[in-house]
């Protein structure tokens, strides 16, 4: 069941990078198109800031799901905390996509004339399919913070 577990997980994480990158690309294009004040809101500081915060949380979620993809794979003593950690980094960075997402698009955000919205959904279902975040951090706490634990850069992560 554990391995079962963890290939879920894994799926869900893996699911959440695609939908974190489509969620970027959608609202990207849209702050191209959308014109406010004569000009696209996307030359508006701010508007950059939300999705530029949604990119680096992606690619800090990317390495975490292939490592575990690896350990999973291989059968790894080590399959079950890389899991929650690709878990935990994947599904925070399509929640916050999904929030930021929104908050570009505004209203038209959650309307059927925009993809967003399922998108936005299914993120928000993943996050809590195959653990939440309070089991998927227990298990990286009990990695860490176990009496034996091999701390150090080439030991943890």
Known sequence: LAGLLN???LGA???CLGLTQRMIEISVA???DRQQFGQAIGTFQAVQHLMA???VKLEYARAPVHRAAY???HGSARA???VSHAKLAATEAAALAARNSIQVHGAMGYTWEV???SFAKRAWTLDNAWGDRAYHKLRVADFVLADNAAIGAGATF
């Open 71 to 73: 350990d999973v794979a």
């Open 7 to 9: 290939r879920a997980a």
């Open 53 to 55: 915060n949604v990119a």
């Open 30 to 32: 849209y702050t191209r």
């Open 80 to 82: 079950d905390v890389s």
């Open 13 to 15: 994480a893996a699911q």
């Open 115 to 117: 993809d967003l919205h």
